[in-house]
């Protein structure tokens, strides 16, 4: 039974963070047996408009939030179920998550940690208005709980990725730690596609899409802080790594951020490729940054200088 368990455990270590479901990251990032869920099944708290539209409902509206350890530290968790409507912001989904962030502010027992398991393509379109103010309402929930001296750390390694509402969400946190397989962005390749056509911006060029809104991209100019192996002990591992170094939230930050993002401007603001970006950024071999194994990719970025997020 032991040795059992013991495989069991590896499995789920080593297991792909971006084929996996929400409830099975949490399972795989948190101390096993530590997970405890605020609002669980028995609870069925799912979107009322749903079935306005003859679509069916989830019982948890794509959105899980409760308390778990990692590593021995308590933490607070909210993972979105990408492949329940894309993992979208809606009334139900975005007041799970905003009453999660709040209590974290103004509850002392509970942790002053939160990891937010990204996975969603942004507002859901059949409850626009309401996931629009629930983005709008995380984002300034998020400025505070950091005010407050509470680490948000964002994950992004999804098959919806993390786009609309949720790139800008992910852009409020702490700190962001991305897979290869993430994507991060504020408007997402087929909605460019859709409103600029095809020869701006095909969404089903797959080599196009990773080059410009993918992991590896995003890590080495700036828009993630930390690389992540797309397996759970990878995503464990980093989000142990940049809970233990939040940036302080004050104007010092703020400033030192606005002229990263100023610089970063100027640096990549004629490129027409992320290949362009990245031999700016002094890379040998541009090229060859897609093909790359994972321990080759984090030398690699680990001696680009000067685009840290939230920079100091």
């Known amino acids: 039974m032991t040795g059992m368990m013991i495989r069991n455990e590896a499995t789920v270590a080593s297991a792909s963070w971006f084929l996996a479901s929400a409830r099975e990251r949490l399972t795989g990032i948190l101390d096993p047996g530590s997970f405890v869920e605020f609002l669980p099944p028995s609870e069925r708290v799912r979107s009322p408009h749903l079935a306005q539209f003859d679509l069916p409902a989830a019982f948890d509206d794509g959105m899980i ?3 778990g350890r990692l590593d021995g530290r308590d933490v607070l968790v909210a993972a979105q179920e990408g492949q329940f409507m894309g993992g979208t912001f809606a009334e139900v989904s975005g007041g799970k998550l905003l009453g999660l962030i709040r209590a974290a502010i103004a509850d002392p027992d509970l942790p002053r940690s939160i990891l937010l398991l990204l996975d969603s393509g942004g507002v859901r379109l059949q409850e626009a208005n309401a996931g629009e ?3 709008a309402e995380v984002m300034r929930a998020i400025v505070e709980a950091r005010s407050a001296g509470v680490a948000v750390v ?4 999804g098959r919806a990725g993390a786009f609309g509402g949720a790139g800008l969400t992910a852009a409020t946190c702490s700190r962001i730690a991305i897979s290869e397989q993430g994507r991060l962005g504020v408007t997402g ?3 460019i596609e859709t409103n600029q056509g095809v020869e701006e911006f ?3 060029d797959k080599a196009l899409v990773w080059s410009v809104t993918g992991g590896r991209s995003r890590r080495l100019i700036g828009g993630a802080d930390a690389y992540a192996e797309d397996t759970m002990t990878g995503f464990r591992a ?3 790594a940049l809970l233990d170094s939040p940036p302080p939230f004050d104007l010092l930050t703020l400033q030192a ?6 610089e970063r401007h100027a640096l990549f603001g004629a490129c027409e ?3 362009e970006m990245w031999g700016i950024l002094g890379i040998a071999d541009p090229e060859a940054v897609r093909d790359m194994d994972d321990a080759a990719f984090v030398a690699i970025a680990a001696g680009v200088k000067g685009m840290d997020h939230d920079a100091r």
Not at 257 to 262: F, G, M, Y
């Open 154 to 157: 964002a994950l992004v390694g």
């Open 65 to 67: 939030v409760g308390r």
């Open 202 to 204: 095909d969404s089903q």
């Open 238 to 240: 980093a989000a142990l």
């Open 189 to 191: 390749p087929e909605v």
């Open 257 to 262: 951020e606005q002229e990263r993002l100023a």
């Open 133 to 135: 103010l629930a983005v």
């Open 273 to 275: 490729s992320a290949v």
